[in-house]
């Protein structure tokens, strides 16, 4: 992947194509070490070496999953192989999106053409995600390439993550910056890819699932097949060069599932275990997958003021965390408004996972409301936003003075739940962390606070650091904190 620049000197960045463990957008590294991965992480599951067993078509797991009969016209009725069936799915298809460009030219636009390498006669695909600078609200789109693999784009200023694909090929993912008045050229070289087979069911009763969508999410989350009839789907564009994938699958009425998957350059392949509890699958050749869907939680409440008047256009955000492997998790997220009379509804998370509610809104406290795994519709009722408090403090370095630039974090005094089963994680990141950075005079600022007890911590890369719990007064205002450094050798870890 090459990229170039015009007159303004757009800079790009390549994609990274194996990470640390990750978590949006999007790390977060919890106390015992959980690493959370975003939905464009990858990692490599294991070291070299671990045994591999010869590749076999896994029975239905713990469960009885019913296979179609197909009927011959000579003779009795006999059943399909769930891998045969998975042969036959066809990818899913989908028009291509208008692009977030405009026709019209104008110097403040920065120009983007994507050239895809080894396309060949027909068009690639192309998934876009343009951000606009001073943080305007993100596209992603779904262009076709042209017969010589170009794809010419005008965008506001800001940066560009694109991808391509084609039948059997993929292309990593290519980031650039986008400056007015300039052209970026943007290179993206399509590399073999092999197919995985695999199967979608109920996680409860094992019955096949159909019309489930199964996407590699490092790539293009527009880049999906979905099940057939039977819960079989065949993907023909895992990345060969790729040491480990994240594959997802959701249906209507069910939470998403997260898995691992590795395939190495010997041929075998590993679906990794989630769990201490929990084998990996091994196999050699085409990898066999599948895939368990817990039924959706739902849910649905109203949001009032402390006067009791609805709430328009109130943030409700819901997150919570699903582990992929014993060490990664995945979000598990869903997010609203509400309605002009304070009323919400949303779904599409696991029913098997803690989530932590956050309800916000201008001039209202922004509360977290812990809640507790259940499949179905859940009715939350009227909840109630206090008026906002703020909090603002200093920070100081061991010889008393102030320091500037140093970031301070602030969480919920309360410590999160138990997790609730051992795909739960237990981690809240998004939801339940605020951050603030100081300025020249040392002081920093939390804006629009839920008037309960809040743990501030400060550290330093070199390790100096200090923290405190406050508790706010009758009046719901916190006092001014002073927060002075100590020496990394003297410095405490706090809850």
């Known amino acids: 992947?090459?990229?170039?620049?015009?007159?303004?000197?757009?800079?790009?960045?390549?994609?990274?194509?194996?990470?640390?463990?990750?978590?949006?957008?999007?790390?977060?590294?919890?106390?015992?070490?959980?690493?959370?991965?975003?939905?464009?992480?990858?990692?490599?599951?294991?070291?070299?070496?671990?045994?591999?067993?010869?590749?076999?078509?896994?029975?239905?797991?713990?469960?009885?999953?019913?296979?179609?009969?197909?009927?011959?016209?000579?003779?009795?009725?006999?059943?399909?192989?769930?891998?045969?069936?998975?042969?036959?799915?066809?990818?899913?298809?989908?028009?291509?999106?208008?692009?977030?460009?405009?026709?019209?030219?104008?110097?403040?636009?920065?120009?983007?053409?994507?050239?895809?390498?080894?396309?060949?006669?027909?068009?690639?695909?192309?998934?876009?995600?343009?951000?606009?600078?001073?943080?305007?609200?993100?596209?992603?789109?779904?262009?076709?390439?042209?017969?010589?693999?170009?794809?010419?784009?005008?965008?506001?200023?800001?940066?560009?993550?694109?991808?391509?694909?084609?039948?059997?090929?993929?292309?990593?993912?290519?980031?650039?910056?986008?400056?007015?008045?300039?052209?970026?050229?943007?290179?993206?070289?399509?590399?073999?890819?092999?197919?995985?087979?695999?199967?979608?069911?109920?996680?409860?009763s094992g019955a096949p699932v159909a019309g489930a969508r199964v996407t590699f999410w490092t790539f293009a989350e527009a880049d999906e097949v979905v099940s057939g009839p039977d819960g079989t789907f065949r993907h023909p564009r895992f990345p060969a060069a790729a040491p480990a994938q994240q594959i997802a699958a959701h249906a209507p009425g069910f939470g998403t599932t997260v898995r691992v998957l590795r395939v190495t350059q010997d041929g075998t392949w590993k679906l990794a275990a989630r769990h201490a509890g929990e084998a990996s699958l091994r196999g050699r050749g085409t990898p066999w997958i599948e895939l368990e869907l817990v039924r959706e939680q739902r849910l649905r409440g109203r949001v009032l003021d402390a006067g009791g008047a609805p709430v328009a256009g109130a943030r409700v955000a819901v997150e919570g965390f699903q582990r992929a492997m014993t060490a990664v998790a995945s979000r598990d997220a869903a997010a609203t408004s509400s309605a002009p009379d304070g009323s919400f509804e949303l779904g599409g998370l696991r029913s098997d996972l803690g989530h932590t509610l956050t309800l916000a809104a201008p001039g209202l406290a922004a509360e977290p409301l812990e809640l507790v795994p259940a499949a179905g519709l859940v009715e939350l009722g009227a909840l109630v936003l206090r008026p906002a408090t703020f909090l603002t403090g200093v920070v100081l370095d061991a010889d008393g003075l102030p320091l500037a630039g140093a970031e301070v974090l602030l969480r919920p005094a309360l410590p999160l739940p138990a997790p609730a089963s051992p795909l739960d994680a237990g981690a809240r990141a998004q939801s339940r962390e605020r951050r603030a950075t100081t300025c020249s005079a040392g002081t920093f600022l939390f804006e629009d606070l839920a008037p309960a007890p809040a743990w501030l911590l400060v550290e330093t890369e070199e390790g100096a650091r200090a923290e405190t719990t406050l508790v706010p007064g009758p009046d719901g205002r916190f006092e001014t904190p002073c927060l002075t450094l100590e020496p990394a050798a003297l410095a405490r870890r706090g809850p």
Not at 78 to 92: C, L
Not at 150 to 168: H, I, M, N, Q
């Open 1 to 204: 992947m090459r990229v170039r620049t015009g007159a303004a000197g757009a800079r790009v960045r390549a994609w990274t194509a194996v990470g640390a463990v990750l978590v949006g957008g999007a790390l977060f590294l919890l106390p015992i070490g959980l690493g959370l991965v975003s939905p464009r992480s990858r990692h490599v599951v294991e070291p070299p070496g671990a045994p591999v067993t010869p590749e076999l078509e896994p029975p239905p797991s713990r469960l009885a999953t019913p296979r179609p009969a197909h009927a011959a016209a000579d003779g009795p009725a006999r059943a399909t192989t769930a891998r045969a069936s998975a042969e036959m799915v066809e990818p899913a298809g989908g028009a291509v999106s208008a692009p977030p460009a405009t026709p019209v030219h104008s110097p403040a636009l920065a120009r983007l053409e994507l050239r895809v390498l080894g396309a060949g006669p027909a068009p690639a695909s192309i998934e876009l995600l343009h951000e606009p600078a001073g943080g305007g609200p993100a596209c992603r789109s779904r262009h076709a390439s042209d017969a010589e693999g170009r794809l010419r784009l005008e965008l506001a200023p800001g940066s560009a993550r694109a991808v391509a694909w084609s039948d059997t090929a993929t292309a990593p993912p290519a980031l650039a910056e986008l400056v007015a008045g300039a052209t970026t050229v943007l290179e993206l070289a399509l590399a073999p890819a092999l197919p995985v087979l695999g199967r979608v069911v109920d996680a409860a």
